[in-house]
């Protein structure tokens, strides 16, 4: 086995010969995992005929946020990983599937073998301590330096600013790490980036069927994420739906791995699916949707226009649309007959509706004028929910991330009441996206914690993402807690410090713009990635640190996960070049800062791992309980070498790491399925909802309206859903809405997932970037009346910033609406100001909205043909390789 | 018992291109070389747009064009009646690229030869399937023989689409589960 790299390769490259070849796309690269050794694969065929016997299927992390959660395996050859497979490990059908994964699954040996990783620690080349000529920041030259160099500026840059500024100067994007909660903690950021405005409303107006604390800080997120979990039926149960109305969603791109299987079983079942959304999306097309085009961040108005018609055709006898009892027995606010104690019987959803007391009806005409579909659509649509029918009212979070939508969820739920689409087999309402598409339903089985204790951060500090890079500049910001939704409370801060622990926050956050001038202000910037994202070009300090590949091994998300399966991953590299683990890195700044390894980290990564194994529990054959998932022995425990007890479980502790997933069997009309709101339904005054003052679904919310106008961002009119024009929506599209006169900026731009990348994860992998070129979608129409061709690169263009990208000259986007996937390396040319990558925040407003809703979907940009030097694909550009 | 060839069910298929890029890992190819490639296409008129993908691969003609016009004999038929590629007795000449009407074989600048889909045949042989059909999210890639996989999908599939050259010029070894909207022969093809 030692020599078999050779076999393979008959030659060895240096580093210099294997960047080249890299870089320019030679066939059949590997990269040896030990002391950095590189080395080239004659041909596939060759490496298949050693492969024979010898290799072995390591199940290797796809760590990734993308909405999906799969099996991953690499094919590794002493140390040249060949090959990666997905989900194998049992027959495949639609009631037991393999756990796929997608594209970006499948390249991940060329994002974790890219020539373009980060390799050693560097440093700014006019770097001085205090940051130096700090407008270089971003287009200076990098200097490599050692780790020892590097530790000592980071620890001592970063005592420096909390001796003289304290620790709330310190904005950690990203945790902090432990060394920087020994210190004294840093100030972070929260927002509503995932979910919009469904972050909180759910939990106020009593939509969950469960009571998730806003109290601690944090904590909101998760709740957040729960609003697509515990609110829509299970996989099954959507095979009994007769109609799938989907609003905004597309989990073909957002949701990889199974969620659109499972759509696609409902779709065998007969079920019809109709997409309302600005563009006609792969879910639709996979799912042969009817289309009812809809304006972005026009959802409100759309809504309001279906209720007006729901109201307004309603017969009880000959034609029912709405189901009266529901509504009577489980809601309150929508006629003056049903409000809460102490409201005004006036202010009640219905005659706001009918306009009985403005005097203007919300009827499919006024909803048409604001949203952009057509009348007879609308009222279709509302027909289309009929209470007699089985019906399934579904979103993504999209629309419900755009300005002025606390209202929205509220609306949506409305709907849901008011035809009934709620608690009953084949019903069902709410937010189904992410990795809880299409499968409701608290999981069956969970992975396990690490049992490291949570050092606190002592800084409460916490902006609010959208304008964070604002406020920065101004000093200023508007203190909200940490997902807490406090009541708002002006607070100055004077950031010095950025530390870029995880995520690539200047890329995704909005108005880049200003997070450029933000980042040649501070003293010191220092980031830690893999990859030179935009976060670690704008930085003084880069640590390199391994990918998921190239630890000891844990878990895919020990959170948010697919409700079937565990998935635990293996080291499948020693680390590559001189990345080191981020708890490595931690250590080190630590030490420099006179923290022990022992304070920061009690015991090591081995026995963090074994203790995330050990505490896996899975769901007992009641169906109910729950147990130990992993069978632990004696031996193994020796083995390892850890601390640990033997324990009785599901699957032994060999096959579990052999295989990498435990997937939870179920059949048709087992004990595991979940019909949301049920006993709700049932008897909502024996199992009232516990996350409302009155128990009841709160379509009139006292409590909601009171925290959302507390905030101190924008407010809204009343407790009930009432329509407010977007900022940077599509009425803020025209100079004079009356003689609808255009103004500077006509176009709605929206910045859907894209399936090129998870966020902004896989951007720089050549063979996704060849598979989806990123282009911006304009409709054939408007792209006729501005003289653009496809593939013409276009100018895309607001206050906020300039982007370029190739124009899809398309009919499946409504007139007036542009789309520019979420989540480019933004790649700024410094003489224009320009961005060449197309980075959506480049042109997305650092607008925070009432409840802290970051306002992804509601902006507006001109477009015009670039007469600039044009685009070349992304594919063929050079990957940023630095050394 | 017919040839062996690919089934490919269009109806239910995301243009998701896993198929895609689990073929270039499987091949370890390069950006410009892709053995299997999805297209994605519309027809009509907003806000009435038909849009649809397609996956291809090489379809194992039983005439196959690159066969016949190899002047190596590289490209030959296997036993099992797929058409195989023998990298060592390729020229580069590049004959059959321009031959093939589908654009399967693919050449490959930095070995100065051709190459194609093989149907993944040594994991075929072994008992496995090709790489596309187990990477597929919907299901919509199946490999074997071309009669049985009729047999199994039912009457509705096509051998031509106009997207694709008459099936008279090779005679492919394909099965496609069309969308209606893949007989509009007013088609644009777009990127994603």
Same mark, same amino acid.
């Given at each position: 086995?030692?020599?078999?790299?050779?076999?393979?390769?008959?030659?060895?490259?240096?580093?210099?010969?294997?960047?080249?070849?890299?870089?320019?796309?030679?066939?059949?690269?590997?990269?040896?995992?030990?002391?950095?050794?590189?080395?080239?694969?004659?041909?596939?065929?060759?490496?298949?005929?050693?492969?024979?016997?010898?290799?072995?299927?390591?199940?290797?992390?796809?760590?990734?946020?993308?909405?999906?959660?799969?099996?991953?395996?690499?094919?590794?050859?002493?140390?040249?990983?060949?090959?990666?497979?997905?989900?194998?490990?049992?027959?495949?059908?639609?009631?037991?599937?393999?756990?796929?994964?997608?594209?970006?699954?499948?390249?991940?040996?060329?994002?974790?073998?890219?020539?373009?990783?980060?390799?050693?620690?560097?440093?700014?080349?006019?770097?001085?301590?205090?940051?130096?000529?700090?407008?270089?920041?971003?287009?200076?030259?990098?200097?490599?330096?050692?780790?020892?160099?590097?530790?000592?500026?980071?620890?001592?840059?970063?005592?420096?600013?909390?001796?003289?500024?304290?620790?709330?100067?310190?904005?950690?994007?990203?945790?902090?790490?432990?060394?920087?909660?020994?210190?004294?903690?840093?100030?972070?950021?929260?927002?509503?980036?995932?979910?919009?405005?469904?972050?909180?409303?759910?939990?106020?107006?009593?939509?969950?069927?469960?009571?998730?604390?806003?109290?601690?800080?944090?904590?909101?997120?998760?709740?957040?994420?729960?609003?697509?979990?515990?609110?829509?039926?299970?996989?099954?149960?959507?095979?009994?739906?007769?109609?799938?109305?989907?609003?905004?969603?597309?989990?073909?791109?957002?949701?990889?791995?199974?969620?659109?299987?499972?759509?696609?079983?409902?779709?065998?079942?007969?079920?019809?699916?109709?997409?309302?959304?600005?563009?006609?999306?792969?879910?639709?097309?996979?799912?042969?949707?009817?289309?009812?085009?809809?304006?972005?961040?026009?959802?409100?108005?759309?809504?309001?226009?279906?209720?007006?018609?729901?109201?307004?055709?309603?017969?009880?006898?000959?034609?029912?649309?709405?189901?009266?009892?529901?509504?009577?027995?489980?809601?309150?606010?929508?006629?003056?007959?049903?409000?809460?104690?102490?409201?005004?019987?006036?202010?009640?959803?219905?005659?706001?509706?009918?306009?009985?007391?403005?005097?203007?009806?919300?009827?499919?005409?006024?909803?048409?004028?604001?949203?952009?579909?057509?009348?007879?659509?609308?009222?279709?649509?509302?027909?289309?929910?009929?209470?007699?029918?089985?019906?399934?009212?579904?979103?993504?979070?999209?629309?419900?991330?755009?300005?002025?939508?606390?209202?929205?969820?509220?609306?949506?739920?409305?709907?849901?009441?008011?035809?009934?689409?709620?608690?009953?087999?084949?019903?069902?309402?709410?937010?189904?996206?992410?990795?809880?598409?299409?499968?409701?339903?608290?999981?069956?089985?969970?992975?396990?914690?690490?049992?490291?204790?949570?050092?606190?951060?002592?800084?409460?500090?916490?902006?609010?993402?959208?304008?964070?890079?604002?406020?920065?500049?101004?000093?200023?910001?508007?203190?909200?807690?940490?997902?807490?939704?406090?009541?708002?409370?002006?607070?100055?801060?004077?950031?010095?410090?950025?530390?870029?622990?995880?995520?690539?926050?200047?890329?995704?956050?909005?108005?880049?713009?200003?997070?450029?001038?933000?980042?040649?202000?501070?003293?010191?910037?220092?980031?830690?990635?893999?990859?030179?994202?935009?976060?670690?070009?704008?930085?003084?300090?880069?640590?390199?640190?391994?990918?998921?590949?190239?630890?000891?091994?844990?878990?895919?998300?020990?959170?948010?996960?697919?409700?079937?399966?565990?998935?635990?991953?293996?080291?499948?590299?020693?680390?590559?070049?001189?990345?080191?683990?981020?708890?490595?890195?931690?250590?080190?700044?630590?030490?420099?800062?006179?923290?022990?390894?022992?304070?920061?980290?009690?015991?090591?990564?081995?026995?963090?791992?074994?203790?995330?194994?050990?505490?896996?529990?899975?769901?007992?054959?009641?169906?109910?309980?729950?147990?130990?998932?992993?069978?632990?022995?004696?031996?193994?425990?020796?083995?390892?070498?850890?601390?640990?007890?033997?324990?009785?479980?599901?699957?032994?502790?060999?096959?579990?790491?052999?295989?990498?997933?435990?997937?939870?069997?179920?059949?048709?009309?087992?004990?595991?399925?979940?019909?949301?709101?049920?006993?709700?339904?049932?008897?909502?005054?024996?199992?009232?909802?516990?996350?409302?003052?009155?128990?009841?679904?709160?379509?009139?919310?006292?409590?909601?309206?009171?925290?959302?106008?507390?905030?101190?961002?924008?407010?809204?009119?009343?407790?009930?859903?009432?329509?407010?024009?977007?900022?940077?929506?599509?009425?803020?599209?025209?100079?004079?809405?009356?003689?609808?006169?255009?103004?500077?900026?006509?176009?709605?731009?929206?910045?859907?997932?894209?399936?090129?990348?998870?966020?902004?994860?896989?951007?720089?992998?050549?063979?996704?970037?060849?598979?989806?070129?990123?282009?911006?979608?304009?409709?054939?129409?408007?792209?006729?009346?501005?003289?653009?061709?496809?593939?013409?690169?276009?100018?895309?263009?607001?206050?906020?910033?300039?982007?370029?990208?190739?124009?899809?000259?398309?009919?499946?986007?409504?007139?007036?609406?542009?789309?520019?996937?979420?989540?480019?390396?933004?790649?700024?040319?410094?003489?224009?100001?320009?961005?060449?990558?197309?980075?959506?925040?480049?042109?997305?407003?650092?607008?925070?909205?009432?409840?802290?809703?970051?306002?992804?979907?509601?902006?507006?940009?001109?477009?015009?043909?670039?007469?600039?030097?044009?685009?070349?694909?992304?594919?063929?550009?050079?990957?940023?390789?630095?050394? | 018992?017919?040839?062996?060839?690919?089934?490919?069910?269009?109806?239910?298929?995301?243009?998701?291109?896993?198929?895609?890029?689990?073929?270039?890992?499987?091949?370890?190819?390069?950006?410009?070389?892709?053995?299997?490639?999805?297209?994605?296409?519309?027809? !009509?008129?907003?806000?009435?747009? /038909?849009?649809?993908?397609?996956? &291809?691969?090489?379809?194992? $003609?039983? #005439? =196959?064009?690159?066969?016949?016009?190899?002047?190596?004999?590289?490209?030959?038929?296997?036993?099992?009646?797929?058409?195989?590629?023998?990298?060592?007795?390729?020229?580069?000449?590049?004959?059959?690229?321009?031959?093939?009407?589908?654009?399967?074989?693919?050449?490959?600048?930095?070995?100065?030869?051709? !190459?194609?889909?093989?149907?993944? /045949?040594?994991?075929?042989?072994? &008992?496995?399937?090709?790489? $596309?059909? #187990? =990477?597929?999210?919907?299901?919509?890639?199946?490999?074997?023989?071309?009669?049985?996989?009729?047999?199994?999908?039912?009457?509705?599939?096509?051998?031509?689409?106009?997207?694709?050259?008459?099936?008279?010029?090779?005679?492919?070894?394909?099965?496609?589960?069309?969308?209606?909207?893949?007989?509009?022969?007013?088609?644009?093809?777009?990127?994603?």
């Amino acid at each position: 086995m030692t020599d078999l790299l050779k076999k393979i390769t008959g030659k060895e490259m240096n580093r210099r010969d294997f960047l080249k070849a890299s870089a320019a796309g030679a066939a059949g690269l590997a990269l040896a995992g030990t002391g950095g050794e590189l080395a080239q694969v004659a041909n596939a065929a060759e490496a298949d005929a050693v492969v024979n016997g010898e290799g072995e299927w390591i199940p290797a992390a796809c760590g990734h946020n993308c909405g999906g959660r799969c099996s991953n395996k690499a094919l590794v050859v002493n140390g040249v990983v060949i090959r990666q497979k997905t989900d194998d490990m049992h027959e495949d059908s639609p009631e037991y599937p393999q756990q796929r994964g997608c594209l970006r699954g499948r390249s991940t040996r060329k994002k974790v073998f890219g020539a373009d990783r980060l390799k050693y620690p560097m440093k700014r080349k006019h770097w001085e301590p205090g940051g130096g000529d700090k407008s270089l920041r971003g287009r200076d030259e990098w200097v490599r330096i050692s780790w020892e160099e590097a530790f000592d500026i980071l620890a001592s840059e970063t005592k420096r600013i909390t001796e003289t500024y304290g620790s709330r100067s310190i904005l950690s994007c990203g945790h902090p790490n432990n060394s920087l909660r020994k210190l004294g903690g840093a100030t972070i950021f929260w927002g509503t980036a995932s979910q919009g405005t469904w972050v909180l409303a759910p939990h106020m107006m009593g939509y969950m069927p469960y009571k998730y604390s806003l109290a601690v800080p944090g904590a909101g997120a998760g709740a957040g994420m729960y609003t697509a979990r515990d609110v829509i039926n299970d996989r099954f149960d959507i095979r009994n739906c007769e109609t799938i109305v989907m609003v905004g969603m597309n989990p073909v791109w957002s949701s990889g791995g199974s969620p659109t299987y499972h759509w696609l079983q409902a779709k065998k079942a007969g079920a019809k699916f109709i997409m309302v959304d600005p563009y006609y999306n792969d879910t639709a097309v996979s799912m042969d949707a009817e289309w009812i085009p809809v304006r972005p961040s026009a959802d409100m108005a759309l809504l309001l226009g279906v209720a007006h018609t729901l109201i307004s055709e309603d017969d009880p006898v000959t034609n029912p649309l709405i189901d009266w009892d529901f509504l009577n027995r489980c809601t309150i606010g929508f006629d003056a007959e049903h409000m809460p104690e102490g409201a005004d019987p006036k202010e009640n959803f219905k005659d706001y509706v009918l306009g009985t007391y403005d005097n203007i009806p919300k009827n499919a005409e006024w909803a048409s004028e604001r949203c952009g579909t057509e009348p007879d659509r609308i009222r279709y649509l509302a027909r289309e929910l009929r209470k007699d029918k089985k019906v399934a009212f579904v979103c993504g979070w999209a629309s419900a991330r755009t300005n002025n939508a606390d209202n929205l969820p509220q609306l949506f739920v409305t709907i849901g009441a008011m035809t009934g689409h709620i608690g009953k087999s084949g019903h069902m309402t709410g937010s189904s996206c992410h990795v809880y598409g299409a499968n409701g339903g608290l999981p069956l089985v969970n992975s396990g914690g690490t049992g490291l204790p949570t050092i606190p951060n002592l800084v409460d500090d916490c902006f609010n993402a959208a304008d964070m890079w604002p406020s920065i500049l101004k000093g200023k910001y508007n203190f909200t807690g940490n997902y807490q939704f406090l009541p708002g409370e002006e607070r100055d801060i004077n950031i010095q410090m950025i530390y870029h622990g995880a995520r690539n926050t200047l890329q995704t956050t909005e108005n880049i713009n200003s997070g450029i001038e933000v980042h040649r202000k501070v003293e010191f910037v220092v980031a830690q990635n893999y990859v030179p994202t935009m976060s670690a070009l704008y930085a003084d300090l880069v640590l390199p640190v391994t990918t998921e590949w190239e630890t000891i091994g844990g878990f895919t998300f020990s959170f948010f996960t697919n409700r079937e399966m565990v998935l635990t991953h293996r080291n499948v590299t020693p680390p590559l070049y001189e990345a080191k683990t981020d708890r490595e890195i931690d250590i080190g700044m630590g030490e420099r800062l006179g923290f022990t390894e022992e304070e920061l980290y009690p015991f090591g990564p081995k026995q963090q791992y074994f203790n995330q194994l050990a505490t896996c529990n899975v769901i007992q054959d009641d169906g109910k309980t729950f147990g130990p998932l992993v069978t632990i022995t004696k031996e193994d425990i020796d083995e390892w070498g850890v601390n640990g007890t033997p324990q009785e479980g599901k699957i032994t502790l060999k096959e579990f790491l052999e295989k990498g997933v435990y997937q939870v069997k179920r059949t048709p009309n087992d004990n595991l399925g979940y019909i949301a709101f049920e006993n709700f339904r049932k008897d909502p005054e024996a199992n009232p909802l516990p996350s409302s003052e009155s128990g009841k679904i709160e379509i009139y919310s006292k409590a909601y309206a009171e925290c959302v106008n507390a905030m101190g961002y924008t407010k809204i009119n009343k407790p009930y859903p009432t329509y407010i024009a977007p900022v940077d929506g599509y009425e803020n599209s025209f100079r004079n809405w009356e003689t609808k006169e255009k103004g500077d900026y006509p176009y709605q731009v929206f910045n859907p997932h894209y399936l090129r990348r998870s966020h902004t994860i896989f951007d720089n992998v050549p063979w996704v970037r060849e598979a989806f070129t990123n282009p911006l979608y304009i409709n054939a129409t408007d792209a006729k009346k501005k003289d653009i061709k496809n593939g013409d690169t276009v100018i895309i263009e607001n206050k906020y910033g300039k982007t370029l990208r190739n124009a899809v000259v398309t009919e499946r986007i409504m007139p007036g609406v542009v789309s520019l996937p979420h989540g480019t390396w933004a790649a700024i040319d410094e003489d224009t100001g320009i961005d060449r990558a197309g980075a959506d925040n480049m042109v997305c407003g650092p607008h925070v909205q009432g409840m802290g809703t970051n306002a992804y979907n509601s902006n507006l940009v001109n477009i015009e043909k670039y007469l600039g030097e044009p685009l070349v694909p992304d594919a063929e550009q050079p990957q940023r390789i630095i050394f | 018992m017919g040839n062996k060839g690919f089934y490919y069910d269009m109806s239910v298929c995301t243009g998701c291109r896993t198929c895609q890029v689990a073929c270039k890992d499987k091949n370890d190819l390069d950006v410009g070389a892709n053995f299997r490639r999805v297209h994605t296409f519309e027809t !009509g008129h907003f806000p009435e747009t /038909k849009p649809y993908h397609y996956s &291809g691969a090489c379809n194992h $003609c039983s #005439d =196959a064009k690159c066969v016949k016009g190899c002047p190596t004999m590289a490209m030959h038929y296997a036993e099992d009646g797929t058409v195989q590629h023998d990298a060592a007795k390729c020229i580069g000449c590049r004959y059959c690229t321009w031959n093939c009407p589908y654009g399967a074989p693919q050449f490959i600048k930095e070995k100065g030869i051709v !190459g194609k889909c093989d149907s993944c /045949k040594e994991l075929r042989d072994a &008992g496995g399937n090709p790489v $596309c059909v #187990d =990477a597929c999210l919907m299901r919509c890639i199946k490999f074997g023989d071309i009669d049985e996989l009729k047999a199994e999908y039912g009457p509705d599939l096509v051998q031509e689409i106009p997207i694709l050259p008459s099936a008279d010029i090779t005679r492919p070894s394909l099965l496609v589960k069309p969308k209606t909207a893949a007989f509009n022969t007013e088609f644009r093809e777009t990127e994603v």
